[in-house]
């Protein structure tokens, strides 16, 4: 919100955030700081990645893996094939070649990627990096890149962006698992902080 002011202020009237975290807190603040935009600007900021359609891209690997890839891929929200693929095409230098050897992890739910997160010697990644590759990341970014023009030139049209269905509005119950444990630390910090701000007589 305060960004968004500050450029408000500014007199921006158009705004695309291209933000890929995944994380429902996260996106959703992000929309709500758009609406924000809108109302007090009057202008138009949107989040595209929080628009349901934008995920439309990331059905790529799905498609080219095997079955086989596919099963041992599994469910996964965190560096697995799509994401090694991806870096491996804008910047291979940076992927550790010990990926094509790499373990997997393959999880069929959140309660799975959580054990697996916490163990010991967990290595930071989920699914099978192993079958990532450069190509199938030139395919998931040239068809996001695809599908959010196409987004920002129906905005610019004049459809209504605020009206678009949001990814992260309906949590799918394997995200609300996550997010239910990521608000919970939250309240831990914010309480942390409330008691070093009462304590310097800040609060």
């Not at 041992?72 to 994401?83: C, L, M, P, Q, S």
């Amino acid at each position: 919100m305060d960004l968004s002011g500050t450029l408000g202020a500014q007199k921006f009237r158009w705004i695309f955030i291209v933000h890929d975290h995944g994380d429902p807190a996260h996106n959703q603040a992000l929309a709500q700081a758009s609406e924000f935009f809108h109302d007090t600007y009057g202008g138009v900021m949107v989040h595209l990645f929080n628009l349901a359609e934008s995920h439309e891209c990331y059905a790529t690997p799905a498609k080219v893996l095997s079955t086989e890839a596919n099963a041992e891929e599994g469910f996964n929200i965190h560096a697995g094939v799509e994401e090694h693929s991806e870096v491996l095409f804008l910047h291979p230098e940076l992927v550790s070649p010990g990926y094509k050897t790499a373990p997997s992890f393959t999880a069929a739910k959140f309660e799975d990627l959580y054990k697996f997160a916490v163990a010991d010697g967990w290595p930071g990644y989920f699914g099978a990096p192993r079958h990532a590759t450069s190509e199938i990341g030139k395919q998931v970014m040239e068809a996001c890149s695809q599908k959010l023009d196409a987004i920002v030139l129906r905005v610019l049209d004049g459809a209504n962006p605020y009206a678009l269905a949001h990814f992260y509005d309906q949590l799918d119950p394997r995200d609300a698992y996550i997010d239910k444990l990521e608000r919970a630390h939250d309240r831990e910090i914010e309480a942390k902080q409330q008691l070093w701000l009462k304590a310097k007589g800040l609060d």
